[in-house]
Every structure is written in structure tokens, then in C-alpha cells.
């Protein structure tokens, strides 16, 4: 895992934009098409902007995927997954080749992982837009996380402290609101990604980092997984590299 520091967030965003972008468009160049999977956080705002700003790219030969999606939450919930895509990606790329949502509040949840699982079975996914979790996590994949399963998506429970990162970030007022479950994208699917591009800001998630980059690979880290990823790129501020001995 290759890990990068920078003084100020808008920096980390823009140096990981730039990385996918160059990552995107050496494979549409290649292959002639391209898929992608993105995030949705607060942490990938910053770094969507930067991307979709990018030159050079040709969208319309760009296949999109969706990492995870809570269980039962309306699309159009201010909370939703899907509606930060939306409005964030495609209201801005309406060429997309294609983009696959997750329908979280789809009558039956195991026929919609199953559902998407299917799409992405056997595509080979160029670049993966990811973050990491407080508690560690990799999309909704808490600890202790499913390291063996080969299914593409997996219903999950959240744990606490996934749960009140959401409340922390503004996205829901209480526990309470907060779903319990979603469908999340698997830990070796992720891991099926060419190229991954992680962007963690803040110093919130600093412990969540150091054991991620220096602990042991193990799944009561999920984000440890990283360190066996043959291009795993990891784009962090001051704040978030703050506990790493390259900072010392």
C-alpha cells in the first residue's frame, strides 16, 4: 500500500483525483471502456469534484458502480447513498455509459444483492473510489468483516460506532435514525479492483489509519486488508496521518 501525505485536504483531494483520473484513462485507452466503483461520504466530496473536473476522460465509455447502500432508506432521503451519487456524479455526468445503484429499500434485500452481484460479476473494475471507516471499516464491512466470502454483496448489520460516525457527520440526527443494515459491496470484490483509490481526511479517523496501514491484516480491521492490494493508493491529510510513525 502506497500512503501519501499532505498539509491541507483540498491537496489530498486533488493529488488522489489526479491518480484515478491518470488510472481511468490509461485503461479507456487500452480497453476502450472502463468501470468504476465510487463511495459515498463525506470524505469523497471533495475528491468527486477534483475527478469529475479532470481533462481527458471520455465518460460515455465509463460503467459505474454503487460500494453500499442502507437498508430501507427512501432514494430520495437526504441520508441516501444513492441520492449523493446522483447529485454529486451523474447530475454532472449525464453521459455515463451506465451507473448500477443499489435499491436499499427494495422489497426483498437479498434478491437486490443478489441482483446487483450479478452485474458485476466478471467485470473487471478499473479504478474503486473508497474511504475508510472510524471503526476501520472498508464501504459497510464493520469488524469483525467477512475476509473469505466470495459473494460481490452482502447484507450487513452497522455497529455502533459506524452507526454515531453517521450522526457525527450530520448525515442523521439520532441512533435512532440511523438504519441498523445495509448491502455492502464484499471485502473481495473490493479487493478485485484494479487500482484503489483511498482518500481518509481528518483526524478523527487517525487510529482507524495507523491500524489500517501498520497493525496486523486482520478483520477486526477490515481496512488492514489494504496492505495485500497490489495497487492500493492511500491519500491522507495532516490530520488523519497524525498517529503514523512517518510523522513522527
Known amino acids: 500500500m502506497q500512503v501519501e501525505v499532505f498539509d491541507h485536504t483540498k ?18 485507452q487500452r480497453d476502450g471502456k472502463a468501470a468504476v466503483v465510487f463511495a459515498s461520504a463525506a470524505s469523497q466530496i471533495e475528491i468527486l469534484d477534483a475527478l469529475l473536473d479532470a481533462e481527458g476522460i471520455d465518460w460515455s465509455k465509463v460503467t459505474a458502480f454503487h460500494l453500499d447502500e442502507y437498508v430501507g432508506l427512501p ?58 471507516g472510524e471503526n476501520g471499516h472498508l464501504a459497510f464491512n464493520d469488524p469483525p468483516a467477512d475476509f473469505d466470502t466470495d459473494e460481490p ?19 442523521f440526527p ?12 464484499s471485502i473481495r470484490r473490493i479487493l478485485k479492483c484494479r487500482t484503489l483509490i483511498i482518500t481518509v481526511p481528518d483526524a478523527r479517523k487517525a ?6 496501514v501498520e497493525g496486523a491484516v486482520g478483520p477486526m480491521c477490515p481496512a488492514s486488508i489494504l496492505q495485500n492490494h497490489a495497487d492500493a493508493r492511500l491519500f491522507l491529510d495532516e490530520g488523519s496521518a497524525s498517529l503514523l510513525g512517518l510523522c513522527e
Not at 491537496?11 to 479507456?28: D, K, P, S, W
Not at 439520532?174 to 459491496?185: K, N, Q, R, Y
Not at 487510529?207 to 489500517?212: F, H, I, L, N, T
Open 11 to 28: 491537496q489530498m483531494a486533488a493529488a488522489a483525483a489526479h491518480a484515478g483520473a491518470e488510472a481511468l484513462r490509461t485503461v479507456i
Open 153 to 171: 454483496f452482502l447484507i450487513v448489520k452497522l455497529d455502533e460506532a459506524c452507526r454515531r460516525q453517521q450522526i457525527g457527520e450530520g448525515w
Open 75 to 132: 432514494a430520495e432521503h437526504p441520508a441516501s447513498f444513492r441520492k449523493f451519487l446522483r447529485d454529486r456524479v451523474l447530475a454532472r455526468l449525464p453521459e455515463l455509459a451506465e451507473f448500477h445503484f443499489i435499491e436499499g429499500d427494495a422489497p426483498d434485500v437479498d434478491t437486490e444483492a443478489r441482483r446487483v452481484g450479478k452485474i458485476i460479476q466478471g467485470v473487471s473494475v478499473a479504478v474503486g473510489f473508497i474511504g475508510i
Open 207 to 212: 487510529q482507524a489509519v495507523r491500524r489500517a
Open 174 to 185: 439520532t441512533l435512532e435514525d440511523v438504519p441498523e443494515s445495509a448491502i455492502s459491496m
